[in-house]
């Protein structure tokens, strides 16, 4: 079955220190993964996702297909990262997304 | 480009009424998917929609609930007779195609329905 995990509903930080939002996953073929952030008031919007490799606002993600696991990291953490961060798998040809409970981010100061 | 527009943003029906919601994708796309977020859930997938074609169902429950997104106008999400188990809220994407590679899917505000 396909499927997402995030298993923290909330991690807590200092600003200025590390983050690291795990997520894993369980997908029979080649996955194609994504990083969405809801901030407070906003929409759901894309932030990164494995196939561009990028960097957005400080956080990376990289694929580990042994580990299964698409988990995002930001080196130092700021008071705007705060939001709720959702890992999201697309499933076969029509690009639908399947996404983990989401995890809330809050970066205290 | 005012983005993917939903309406209404909240939506109160007792139990046994019809529930209409709207998605007006972004100017351009043609694609639209429908997902619905459950209390402490993340977002579940509904259905696929191009003009005037449902092209994946698959997350759709069997009854009361269908879509349809015509030639002309938004595409409405129909639920009938709802029931308080579909107090949720419901959220609309659109993509100029179907390819995650290349193309977001972008997000409409949602639709917060609350069946009493």
């Known amino acids: 079955a396909q499927r997402v995990t995030q298993p923290e509903k909330l991690l807590s930080v200092f600003k200025g220190a590390p983050v690291e939002l795990k997520c894993n996953y369980s997908y029979s073929g080649s996955p194609e993964l994504f990083w969405y952030v809801q901030y407070s008031r906003q929409r759901l919007q894309l932030l990164l996702r494995?196939?561009s490799r990028e960097s957005i606002k400080g956080f990376t993600a990289d694929l580990n297909k042994g580990e299964t696991s698409f988990h995002l990291k930001k080196p130092f953490a700021q008071e705007e990262d705060s939001a709720m961060y959702y890992c999201a798998l697309s499933s076969g040809g029509y690009n639908k997304l399947i996404f983990g409970a989401g995890t809330r981010l809050a970066v205290h100061p | 480009n005012a983005g993917v527009m939903q309406n209404p943003r909240h939506l109160v029906r007792r139990r046994g009424q019809e529930a209409r919601l709207r998605c007006s994708p972004m100017k351009g796309h043609s694609h639209v998917y429908w997902y619905r977020q459950l209390p402490e859930e993340g977002l579940k997938f509904m259905v696929y929609?191009?003009?005037?074609?449902?092209?994946?169902e698959s997350g759709m429950p069997k009854e009361r609930f269908s879509a349809e997104f015509p030639k002309e106008g938004p595409s409405i999400l129909r639920i009938q007779q709802v029931v308080r188990g579909d107090s949720a809220a419901y959220f609309c994407?659109?993509?100029?195609?179907?390819?995650?590679?290349?193309?977001?899917?972008?997000f409409g505000p949602g639709t917060r329905l609350t069946v009493l």
């Open positions: 994407a659109s993509s100029p195609s179907r390819i995650p590679s290349t193309d977001t899917q972008y």
């Open positions: 494995h196939i």
């Open positions: 929609l191009q003009k005037e074609n449902i092209i994946d």
